[in-house]
Nanobody, 122 residues
Framework: QVQLVESGGGLEQPGGSLRLSCVAS????????LGWFRQAPGKEREFVAA??????IYADSVKGRFTISRDNAKNTVFLQMNSLKPEDTAVYYC?????????????????WGQGTQVTVSS
C-alpha cells in the first residue's frame, strides 16, 4: 500500500478554480491507478475522476470542468477544478489501486488519503 496526503482544498467562489494535489509515499507509484472521490454532508462517497495507463475517466457531473493528471517523478496526482459550482462542495479524497476493473467503485481502491475540504460559496 501507499500513503496518500491531499492538499489544496479551501473556499472558492462559484465559477472559480482550485487545484488539488495528492502526494504518495512508496517506490511503485507509477504502477498504481489513481482516483479522486468526494463526499458531501449526508451523502455517499462518489467517484469524480481516475487516471491509469489506459487514460482518464470522469463522472458526468465534472466532465469538461475537472482535469486529472499525474507526475510520476514527483509521486503526485492532481485534480484541476474549474468552473466550480456550489454542488462541488465536499471532502475530496484521493485513492490508489493496483488491480482494477472500472475505477469508479470505492472497493477497487487499496489506499485512501485523509481528504481535503472544498467549499464553493459566494
Amino acid at each position: 500500500q501507499v500513503q496518500l496526503v491531499e492538499s489544496g482544498g479551501g473556499l472558492e467562489q462559484p465559477g472559480g478554480s482550485l487545484r488539488l494535489s495528492c502526494v504518495a509515499s512508496g517506490r511503485t507509484f507509477s504502477s498504481y491507478a489513481l482516483g479522486w472521490f468526494r463526499q458531501a454532508p449526508g451523502k455517499e462517497r462518489e467517484f469524480v475522476a481516475a487516471i491509469s495507463r489506459s487514460g482518464t475517466i470522469y463522472a458526468d457531473s465534472v466532465k469538461g470542468r475537472f482535469t486529472i493528471s499525474r507526475d510520476n517523478a514527483k509521486n503526485t496526482v492532481f485534480l484541476q477544478m474549474n468552473s466550480l459550482k456550489p454542488e462541488d462542495t465536499a471532502v475530496y479524497y484521493c485513492a490508489a489501486s493496483l488491480r482494477w476493473t472500472t475505477l469508479r467503485r470505492n472497493g477497487e481502491y487499496d489506499s485512501w488519503g485523509q481528504g481535503t475540504q472544498v467549499t464553493v460559496s459566494s
